[in-house]
């Protein structure tokens, strides 16, 4: 039996699904299914929404890079030789940070404060991992 697959095709070449489609997808239910979890177990759909918006954002930002990353030679290929980590965004460290972050207002919800106070503790703690995944994680770029 003869395979037509040929093995020096990168992944998603010539196709309509790409990585970053796939990331949109992902982020899309991300806000769907905190969305849920917010009305269900904390009766603020608000906040779900919010916690969701922030964990799909970082699921779009960092998702494509690394579906790309094994196809491409890793992360450390795919860096952008640049001097400070603050020159151009990361993206591997924002996703990884908003991801994080996204997770705060839940729990901060289920200590039962203030939505404001749960929403802004999400925020900053996005900022605050940023700041070492930015110096720690290869600027990998698409």
Do not use: W
């Amino acid at each position: 039996m003869d395979s037509s697959h040929e093995t020096s095709t990168e992944a998603f070449e010539d196709g309509p699904i790409t990585p970053s489609r796939i990331a949109a997808i992902a982020a899309l239910f991300d806000v769907i299914a905190f969305t849920a979890i917010g009305y269900i177990a904390l009766e603020s759909p608000l906040i779900g929404a919010f916690s969701g918006l922030l964990v799909g954002t970082g699921v779009y930002c960092f998702l494509p890079i690394f579906m790309l990353s094994e196809s491409r030679g890793g992360l450390e290929a795919m860096a952008d030789e640049q001097g400070s980590p603050f020159q151009s965004l990361h993206r591997v460290a924002a996703g990884l940070a908003l991801s994080g972050g996204g997770i705060i207002p839940i729990a901060v919800m289920f200590m039962e404060l203030d939505p404001f106070i749960a929403a802004t503790a999400g925020i900053i703690a996005a900022v605050v991992l940023y700041i070492p995944l930015s110096f720690v994680l290869p600027n990998a770029k698409l």
